[in-house]
Nanobody
């Protein structure tokens, strides 16, 4: 059974930074792509960023490009999302997700496993 556990959310002022972590367990993730999504109240869950386990291929939503950075630590089976220059519109629950395969995908329907989410609140 694949388990994904997010941590690192919290309350931060606009312009501040947070780093989210996603600890993965249950299988070998060398052939998986990991994604970050977010869902604000009343809105659909949207793609934020993704990274493959085996190389440095990454993808970002236009709204976070240049401010957020996704990375991974293979030894720890952990994926990170460094969020800088945070804006109030970044407020959402952030979810980690995993999909089998090495292709970057932006659609939530193409991810097989999900974490429970972590709340990020950015005050103005």
């Amino acid at each position: 059974q694949v388990q994904l556990v997010e941590s690192g959310g919290g309350l931060v002022q606009a312009g501040g930074s947070l780093r989210l972590s996603c600890a993965a367990s249950g299988r070998t993730f060398s052939s998986y792509t990991m994604g970050w999504f977010r869902q604000a109240p009343g809105k659909e869950r949207e793609f934020v960023a993704a990274i493959t386990w085996t190389d440095d291929n990454t993808a970002y939503a236009d709204s976070v490009k240049g401010r957020f950075t996704v990375s991974r630590d293979n030894a720890k089976n952990t994926v990170y999302l460094q969020m800088n220059s945070l804006k109030p519109e970044d407020t959402a629950i952030y979810y980690c997700a995993a999909r089998s395969g090495a292709l970057l995908r932006r659609s939530r329907e193409q991810y097989d496993y999900w974490g429970q989410g972590t709340q990020v609140t950015v005050s103005s």
